[in-house]
């Protein structure tokens, strides 16, 4: 089946792959092919649909983003004495 990864979406951003459901435990997918790369938890690291993926990387982004803005109010209040 094809799905689209964006466990990496902020360094190395959304890409489409074909994999196969684990039968085992079906939230995760695994790459087919040569390389073994496993993908855990649906709307997580892998997506059904590209506008999902999408969704989930903006989300990511939103996320990161007020993230280092609280780091750079931390090192703007930085005193050395």
Do not use: C
Request: charged share 35%; hydrophobic share 35%.
């Amino acid at each position: 089946m094809k799905v689209w990864i964006s466990k990496y979406a902020l360094t190395q951003g959304i890409f489409e792959m074909e994999a196969e459901q684990d039968k085992t435990y079906p939230s995760m997918v695994t790459r087919i092919g040569n390389n073994l790369e496993t993908y855990h938890e649906e709307g997580r690291d892998w997506h059904l649909t590209k506008e999902s993926a999408i969704k989930k990387a903006e989300e990511m982004r939103l996320k990161k983003i007020e993230s280092v803005k609280k780091q750079l109010a931390k090192l703007e209040k930085l005193k050395f004495e």
